[in-house]
């Protein structure tokens, strides 16, 4: 909105720190709604996947489980002999630093393990990645230069 002052100058109006703050909570509604629409959604019921652990050297060991667990980490949890460890947090879930004894930590050598989907990266941690049957799940040991 355009005032004219004294002089004759015309001048913006500065909206109203109360509009500014009604759009921040909209906007803030706008992206919960989006999110709820948009995160993930387990299966239920049986299920059989394969988990594939690719360790530095190229050498590998492959897992096939069949689980009632709807998230992969609670499917890794059901075989005895892959052991991940790390740091959890709410916000993030796990975050891979061991894998059966193999360290690979970012914050010291730039090394992480990556989790895929059928060669793709997961959109989701270990933790909140769902699962669905036939699905193909490997967890790399990824070197800082890659």
């Known amino acids: 909105m355009m005032i004219t002052d004294k ?3 015309k001048r913006l109006k ?3 720190p109360f509009l500014g703050a009604c759009v921040a909570v909209a906007v803030l509604a706008l ?7 948009s995160k993930p959604v387990p299966m239920v019921g049986s299920k059989t996947i394969t988990i594939d652990v690719i360790y530095k050297d190229g050498s590998e060991d492959s897992y096939h489980v069949t689980t009632e667990a709807q998230y992969l980490k609670e499917a ?3 075989i005895p002999k892959l052991t991940i460890e790390g740091t959890t947090t709410e916000e993030y879930g ?5 894998v059966n004894g193999v360290r690979a930590d970012y914050t010291q050598d ?3 393990w990556a989790l895929l989907l059928d060669h793709e990266p997961c959109n989701y941690g270990i933790s909140m990645q769902p699962i669905k049957d036939g699905e193909n799940y490997s967890i790399v040991y990824t070197p800082a230069d890659q």
């Open 31 to 37: 992206l919960l709604v989006i999110y709820n629409f």
């Open 94 to 98: 796990l975050m891979m630093i061991t």
């Open 14 to 16: 500065r909206p109203s």
């Open 76 to 78: 890794v949890d059901d």
């Open 7 to 9: 002089q004759g100058h």
């Open 110 to 112: 730039g090394a992480y």
